[in-house]
């Protein structure tokens, strides 16, 4: 195969597991519309790169019989790969606020930026009431630059970003990830949990929503003789 067209389809692999978060061999090849001893190939040639390392599939809730599946996730160096703007100049920006203003000065940013969803947010509702309502965070997620997903599970939905914009700094002031958090759960009306974050070594950030049943707007009605 030439280089460049190897070279190709390994960065399709990599942006298949960006997308689509964690996956098994199975699923790349199916996607990708390759053979699995194929995918294996590419896989390998990433591992050895460090752009993505294999881990045994975490499951939530109960597990059935056997051995769990295989899936490969990016690693640090596959995501540094990636576009990423300005991570070391944000790191500072923050570090130099806390120390002249103090933390609280740094919750408040953290605070500021997560509603930045909001709107998005409240927009989508509006258009579509009776849409999904953890979908709905989930498209406002994405129009605010993340790579957000939702996956049902047994008694409510886990939202993904398989690509977080600012994993980098988020190790340092986990404040990002908790303000993030915080504003999902007002939005949603429902106590959120973080079950794991790219921030802290995770292959991808996931948050736990329990089942929402659906709200529609409140509207004025028109109440007289009643």
């Known amino acids: 195969m030439d280089p460049t067209e190897e070279g190709g389809t390994r960065q399709r692999v990599v942006d298949s597991i960006l997308h689509h978060g964690p996956s098994t061999t199975a699923e790349l090849a199916e996607r990708l519309d390759l053979t699995q001893a194929a995918i294996r190939r590419h896989l390998a040639g990433l591992t050895e790169s460090g752009r993505v390392a294999a881990r045994e599939q975490r499951v939530y809730g109960s597990r059935g019989r056997g051995r769990p599946a295989k899936v490969y996730a990016l690693t640090d160096t596959g995501r540094e790969s990636l ?3 300005y991570d070391e100049l944000a790191v500072q920006a923050l570090s130099y606020l806390a120390k002249a203003a103090g933390d609280s000065a740094v919750d408040t940013f ?4 997560a509603q930045r969803v909001e709107p998005h947010f409240r927009r989508l509702r509006a258009e579509a009431p009776e849409r999904d309502t953890a979908e709905v965070l989930a498209e406002a997620l994405r129009r605010s630059g993340y790579v957000a997903s939702t996956q049902p599970v047994r008694s409510g939905t886990q939202l993904c970003f398989n690509q ?8 340092r002031f986990p404040q990002l990830c908790e303000a993030e958090a915080k504003v999902f759960s007002e939005l949603l009306d429902a106590h ?20 929402i049943p659906v709200r529609y707007p409140e509207q004025s009605t028109d109440r007289e003789g009643a």
């Open 110 to 113: 953290a605070a500021e930026r």
């Open 164 to 171: 977080c914009p600012v994993a980098h700094v988020a190790e």
């Open 83 to 85: 576009p990423q703007a």
């Open 192 to 211: 959120v949990q973080q079950l794991a974050t790219i921030a802290h070594g995770d292959g991808v950030c996931t948050t736990f929503i329990p089942n």
